[in-house]
């Protein structure tokens, strides 16, 4: 294979970028997709003191500054021994589920829905949030920005700020809440429940009630059988904030399940000569290359993983959603890519109830919000269940708590060898030796992309539904260009 | 004549910005659509890219010498540019990384020799460009973003606040950061964001950056009498937002 030499440097943008390469023949030798941006986080963090790396860190990521946020609170946690209240830990619960919600909305409905309810093949000017809204109908976007707004507002209510939250303090939060947003807080969760079942109403309309797109979605095009990684709590239940990591191998069959302090003994970070984002794999099991299989130690996080990873959902209606998820596809664990989507919504009702659930529990106005620092232990690890993946924050701090060493895990980053697999497979099945390579056709082999709900550096997010991607067809031994699709609005 | 042309570019940044803007809820979002065409979210620069804008919007930091060429661009396309975010306005958080030179191998460790792991310092697009307003925040404060575009709608001047983040917790009442024992930046730091943090009970870290003219020595002596930092703490703790504006002081 003629070696591929990469400079991203000279690329337009900083953001995703696919390149499909095929041989003489016209068949797919290899896809590469590549993160061509660095901004250097873990490094500029070195230096500060610990307790404001709650505030610096979110700005990795506008989409999940949340997940940010929380993770760093924890992490922090632990570098000033704070263990944090019952209503500390509660209000940050809220907040962080308000926000899964809020996030698994804009995903769903934004980002992937258009492929389904508009279609595949679509005109792309119409594949996107407002021809999805001139398909379901007015009152339908109406409930998604009122999801959105809402939720923000929620945000906003417990975290100070909507987008960075701010409110986070060692061992809790720095605020309680007040009668008043309790009850206004119980209302935007019983809110998130309902908008919760209508999205599962929608997908079971548009998706499951079309054979065409389950054929789709469970064909072999889209599947990869790998390990699975997720968040769970005591009852080995899915839990976004707080829990162990397990790992499930790919007949869904408990690998490792380790206290989140453990994750250097499980997992591995390698680095590809034409990517950023390093690849992380299981150590247990070893980098292979990018196969799938029992052998590889290429796992996956992130909605598909968290179901196929945890044994239920801890809330009655999400669980019952969970057991109907499994039944319509063949059992435990799920390998088609694409069934992320409706592990999305599954998740997406499990975090509505979680809000409601805890915004009725009588101690939320307590003002019990957080607990005193015990001294500088040096170090803190603090895991959560981003929306895209399992969420890794660990810091070492000198003995004044100013950090001397930072490591991030992002939830996408987990994902990447994957994304990279699952990317080649749907271009080795859908572009054909001598065929025309449309619009229509590498949206599909996008699709393969999007069920991930990347977010490279929070790169690949945008207003209206389009992510700003490149997709290069190159002619494997001369590297011309044969056919370049951009997306963007 | 037809709506004013908007258009939205971003380049090193979160987006938390652009997800801000999606927070406004219905009633504003779609009468603001009623007044101007929004013709481009990013990546216009792929496809037609010689249709003149009125009020172009750039969000993130210019921190890669190739992206000159692409702000240059917009700059001959739009009527008006708006740097909007901290990114845009002054390097942001980006630009923690502008006093340090190792973070490449920081990062990737031994294999930061290879060639594409490259970065540069990191700048407002000012750096590149004239900027004609500047929303300042981390992210934007989406009211402010939207009364720049009423003002300029009606042919007016935005006013853009240059007094500092104190005078917005006198306005609501927050108890001061320094009464609770704690520190802050607000005495330094532009205002316009209403001040949410001191009212959560969070210090102000100056993500709108310092007001113009600063007294950066009286912002380090008091963090270092009234909360207890080192002098080395207290000169660093301005640089989370505002390591250009600081660099350019000391």
Known sequence: ?489 | MGKPKVAFFDFACCEGCQIEMTNYGAEPFLELLNHVEIVEFREAMTEKTTEPIDIAFIEGSFTRECDRARLEEIRERAAIVIAYGQCATTGGINALKNHQDDYKEYVYGTDSDMPHLDSQKAYGVDAAIKVDYYAYGCPVNKYEVLQIVLHLLHGKEPVIPNYPVCVECKRRETVCRFLEGDHCMGMVARAGCTAPCPAAGIPCEACRGFVDDPNIPALEKVLVEQAGFTPQRAHEKGRMFTANALEATS
């Open chain 1, 1 to 489: 294979m003629k070696k591929v030499s990469i400079d991203p440097i000279t690329r337009l943008e900083g953001h995703g970028k696919i390149e499909i390469f095929v041989d003489d023949n016209g068949e797919v030798a290899n896809v590469y997709f590549q993160i061509p941006e660095l901004r250097g986080f873990e490094r500029f963090c070195v230096g500060r003191p610990v307790e404001e790396l709650a505030r610096i860190t979110p700005r990795i990521c506008g989409v999940c500054p949340e997940a940010h946020h929380m993770a760093a609170a924890k992490a922090i946690d632990a570098c000033y021994g704070a263990e944090p209240t019952r209503t500390g830990k509660m209000l940050r619960e809220i907040l962080y589920n308000a926000f899964s919600a809020a996030d698994h909305t804009t995903h769903f409905f934004v980002l992937a829905a258009p492929d389904f309810v508009v279609g595949p093949m679509a005109d792309p000017a119409e594949r996107n949030i407002l021809g999805l809204i001139a398909k379901v109908g007015p009152e339908a976007g109406g409930k998604v920005i009122q999801m959105r707004a809402w939720s923000h507002e929620l945000i906003e209510i417990i975290g100070g700020r909507s987008v960075h939250p701010v409110s986070t303090v060692p061992g809790g939060v720095s605020k309680p809440l007040s009668k008043e947003e309790a009850a206004r807080v119980k209302e935007i969760a019983d809110y998130q429940v309902e908008f919760a079942q209508f999205a599962i109403e929608i997908f079971n309309q548009v998706v499951l009630g079309n054979s065409e797109y389950v054929d789709l979605i469970m064909s072999d095009m889209y599947a990869h059988k790998t390990y699975y990684m997720g968040v769970v709590d005591e009852n080995n239940k899915v839990n976004f904030y707080d829990g162990d990591i397990r790992v499930v191998d790919p007949d869904g069959k408990e690998f490792v399940k380790f206290a989140p302090d453990d994750y250097l003994q499980h997992i591995t970070e390698r680095v590809e000569p034409y990517s950023y984002l390093v690849y992380p794999y299981l150590t247990g099991v070893g980098w292979k290359g990018f196969v799938d299989g029992k052998d590889s130690g290429v796992y996956r996080a992130a909605p598909l993983a968290r179901l196929n990873a945890a044994d239920g959902m801890s809330t009655p209606l999400a669980q019952a959603e969970y057991e109907r998820y499994f039944e319509t596809l063949g059992g435990k664990p799920v390998h088609a890519t694409l069934a992320t989507h409706w592990a999305r919504l599954v998740e997406l009702l499990y975090a509505a109830e979680r809000t409601q659930d805890l915004a009725n529990d009588p101690d939320v106005t307590s003002t019990d919000i957080h607990s005193m620092p015990t001294g500088i232990t040096g170090e803190g690890i603090g895991v959560v269940e981003a929306p895209r993946g399992t969420l890794y924050h660990h810091y070492k701090t000198d003995e004044n708590g100013f950090v001397t060493a930072c490591n991030l895990i992002v939830g996408t980053t987990n994902n990447n060898a994957a994304i990279s697999m699952s990317l080649k497979k749907a271009a080795q099945g859908l572009i054909q030796p001598g065929g025309e390579i449309s619009e229509g056709l590498l949206n599909e082999v996008e699709m393969a992309f999007r069920a991930y709900d990347p977010c490279f550096g929070c790169a690949t997010h945008t207003l209206f539904g389009e992510m700003p991607l490149e997709v290069a067809v190159r002619e494997q031994s001369t590297g011309e260009v044969l056919n370049t699709v951009r997306r963007f609005v």
